[in-house]
């Protein structure tokens, strides 16, 4: 059976390596500063207590003031879950860095959220829209894409 | 005296009939060995997300059946589990029961096509995949007796399924299951141990667990791999804590391996189905719901299944209206198409669109 790890819980964990990186937490997620996604997710996989291998999924939400990254975290060793969140501003060209050089698995995923939400991720080796054709106008996620 | 030859780029798809849809793939080979691969992906996608911030919560189901239209029931339980986390309700037992016996029903119909294909692409043309069509057709004629559509199905609902299965549907489901365990065993025995299939797929295109882990690869896939991962023994939803099953773990995770796993799951699923219809009760199959769903306003919900490709999920934040503000669909035959590279690369020709089927993807899940 698994157990889901509370958001205080990965704050405080999180805090002894990175004590920049916790913004808040509630009882289900914890939100980190978007500069360091990439280095919240490899600390989130090689520490051992921790040790996240297994990344389920990454999501992006349109908030209008601002857009949310949520990532879906499972350890298959510890079999244990957690959610990591982090707020990314600005409309034109929000930016967050790739953790696809941590997980793989966010290849797809990264690049579905450029293509339909337009968020870009730095780092990702093949940046590129992944549903829709390059030249495409607009990203048909947003709120004010109709 | 070497020969130097100069790399061919082909386009596989996305109009192919081995591509299992409208999946296309770039791929440059030196000579016979698959040196560059480079899926690409989009030509069915709907918009589905989108799609569902404009419905309301029900009305969202008919969307699902036509993610993986393969296993459409696996996607409304995998989506009805969402909603009714995200409304805090549970359905009543009778409904958990149907749902998982229809799900492993689904389940056995989404393998039975894996593995017919798989044989085809093996060059078995024909009869093969004509043995497990006639399973899946027995399947598909039992779904129309309980909801009317073979593919499209729309039976399951947040609180429970659409109707409870009508009288005759029970001994039409006995005299399925024994029929089936004949034309399994007739299949195993022809496949399983058969020298061409092993030659062929033995060995071929392993897939590391670490990988595997690490590209987030989920489903038959990863446990073909040798990692004991099944979401219905992590995280039991429905029924799945009151029966009793096993969980087929492959080896070294190459093609032969893959292709083991889906017909062992096979019969674990048959014995699910068996141990549901045992335990049933009777009662009401659905809970007394308003007509239109409202959530609280900020909730979320992250419900998720072992869908017969993987992990499906559903990740759903309210906004306190009749439709979801935001429905991310997590889907398996996306995430695991990242590791088509590593599938393929280095290997040759004759073996690409084994190991692609191999992988068992469905262009309506990956698309969206």
Not at chain 1, 67 to 72: D, T
Not at chain 2, 212 to 217: E, G, L, W
Not at chain 2, 288 to 309: D, N, T
Request: glycine residues 8%.
């Amino acid at each position: 059976m698994l157990t889901a790890l509370s958001g205080a819980d990965l704050a405080q964990r999180l805090r002894d390596t990175l004590p920049d990186a916790v913004l808040d937490w509630n009882d289900s997620a914890v939100w980190v500063a978007p500069d360091s996604i990439s280095a919240v997710a490899g600390a989130l996989r090689d520490n051992p207590e921790l040790d996240f291998q297994f990344l389920n999924a990454v999501s992006a939400v349109d908030f209008v003031a601002h857009f949310e990254l949520v990532y879906h975290l499972t350890s298959i060793s510890k079999r244990h879950t957690a959610v990591v969140r982090s707020r990314v501003y600005g409309r034109e060209e929000p930016t967050a860095p790739s953790v696809v050089g941590v997980w793989r698995g966010a290849d797809f995923q990264e690049r579905e959220i450029w293509d339909l939400m337009g968020i870009r991720f730095t780092g990702h080796p093949n940046m590129k829209r992944i549903m829709l054709w390059e030249g495409f106008d607009g990203h048909p996620l947003r709120k004010d894409f109709l | 005296m070497t020969i130097r030859t100069e790399p061919m780029t082909v386009n596989v798809g996305p109009q192919h009939p081995s591509t299992h849809g409208v999946f296309r793939v770039r791929i440059t080979f030196d000579g016979e060995d698959i040196v560059e691969v480079e899926p690409v992906l989009g030509y069915l996608h709907r918009g589905t997300e989108k799609l569902a911030e404009e419905r309301n919560y029900v009305q969202i189901v008919t969307l699902t059946d036509r993610l993986d239209y393969t296993s459409s029931m696996i996607n409304n339980q995998a989506y009805c589990l969402a909603v009714e986390q995200l409304l805090g309700i549970e359905p009543p037992p009778r409904a958990k029961y149907l749902r998982t016996l229809t799900a492993e029903l689904q389940r056995i119909a989404s393998h039975l096509i894996a593995v017919g294909f798989f044989v085809q692409e093996l060059g078995a043309f024909g009869t093969p995949l004509m043995y497990t069509f006639r399973s899946r057709e027995r399947i598909l004629d039992l779904f129309e007796m309980l909801c009317g559509a073979r593919i499209t199905v729309s039976y399951m609902r947040p609180g429970g399924v659409f109707a409870d299965a009508p009288d005759d549907f029970w001994p039409a489901l006995d005299q399925f299951l024994n029929d089936f365990e004949g034309e399994l065993a007739e299949l195993e025995d022809l496949l399983l141990n058969n020298e061409i299939l092993m030659v062929r797929t033995r060995g071929v295109s392993p897939l590391p667990p670490d990988v595997a882990i690490n590209c987030s690869v989920s489903g038959p896939v990863l446990r073909a791999s040798g990692v004991n991962w099944d979401w219905r023994k992590m995280a039991p939803y429905d029924a799945y804590d009151q029966v009793d099953f096993d969980v087929p773990i492959g080896s070294s995770g190459d093609n032969y391996d893959r292709f083991w796993v889906r017909v062992q799951e096979v019969r674990q699923s048959l014995r699910i189905v068996r141990q549901c219809i045992e335990q049933i009760e009777p009662g009401p199959a659905r809970l007394e719901l308003p007509l239109v769903l409202r959530a609280a306003p900020g909730a979320e919900a992250y419900g998720r299944v072992e869908a017969s490709k993987g992990e499906l999920g559903f990740f759903l934040v309210s906004d306190g209206g009749i439709s979801p503000y935001r429905c991310k669909i997590r889907s398996p035959s996306l995430i695991n198409l990242t590791i088509t590279e590593h599938l393929l690369i280095g290997w040759k020709l004759a073996d690409m669109i084994v190991s692609l089927g191999s992988v068992d993807i469905n262009m309506g899940e990956v698309d969206r």
